[in-house]
T-cell receptor, first 113, second 116 residues
Framework: AQSVTQLDSHVSVSEGTPVLLRCNYS??????LFWYVQHPNKGLQLLLK??????LVKGINGFEAEFKKSETSFHLTKPSAHMSDAAEYFC???????????FGRGTSLIVHP | GAVVSQHPSRVICKSGTSVKIECRSL??????MFWYRQFPKQSLMLMAT?????????EQGVEKDKFLINHASLTLSTLTVTSAHPEDSSFYIC????????????FGPGTRLLVL
């Protein structure tokens, strides 16, 4: 079985300050992990993914995430938030074989001017 | 690359009618497509997984006779909401993946369905 926990339903930051969106996972096998972003009334866009290669993964728009097996975490970070980063972010886990994804509940990122 | 489209983007229909939503992979062949439903302020709920040329696999609690899924080609899957009711109003999103990158899903832009 696999599961994903996004620890914060909302994260509020000021423009130009760092962003940290937390994600913990549970999986019986070596997982693949993803972060997606969803802007209002839009589909999901892939930000980055971890699939058993380098543990520090760089994505689009300045985002990156680090896979920490010992902590079962895959937190998403960005050094400096932009207003355009305001959106819903989903952490997703899937396991080899089935590749059926499990979604976290989502974290709403709010960016203040 | 890996672009997925959905049509229509928005549809309003009367209760009792059927609505078809198309999901297309534009620049790759999608061996598997997924259909999700999303309620406001909530995460995505997987409805079914469809593989080209075979019957869809529905998640528990999803009525297969209500939500008909067809995956007739490697670039097209359709979801038909039959005899729609107001409670079927929702945001429906499809995703697709291909053989060369089985772990990753690419999402369509979603279809907003409103049943009056």
């Amino acid at each position: 079985a696999q599961s994903v926990t996004q620890l914060d339903s909302h994260v509020s930051v000021s423009e130009g300050t760092p962003v940290l969106l937390r994600c913990n996972y549970s999986s019986s096998y070596s997982p693949s992990l993803f972060w997606y972003v969803q802007h209002p009334n839009k589909g999901l866009q892939l930000l980055l993914k971890y699939t058993s290669a380098a543990t520090l993964v760089k994505g689009i728009n300045g985002f990156e995430a680090e896979f920490k097996k010992s902590e079962t975490s895959f937190h998403l970070t960005k050094p400096s938030a932009h207003m355009s980063d305001a959106a819903e972010y989903f952490c997703v886990v899937s396991v080899p074989g089935s590749y059926i994804p499990t979604f976290g509940r989502g974290t709403s990122l709010i960016v203040h001017p | 690359g890996a672009v997925v489209s959905q049509h229509p983007s928005r549809v309003i229909c009367k209760s009792g009618t059927s609505v078809k939503i198309e999901c297309r992979s534009l620049d790759f062949q999608a061996t598997t497509m997924f259909w999700y439903r999303q309620f406001p302020k909530q995460s995505l709920m997987l409805m079914a997984t469809s593989n080209e040329g075979s019957k869809a696999t529905y998640e528990q609690g999803v009525e297969k006779d209500k939500f008909l899924i067809n995956h007739a080609s490697l670039t097209l899957s359709t979801l038909t909401v039959t005899s729609a009711h107001p409670e079927d109003s929702s945001f429906y999103i499809c995703s697709a993946r291909y053989v060369g990158e089985r772990e990753t899903q690419y999402f369509g832009p979603g279809t907003r369905l409103l049943v009056l």
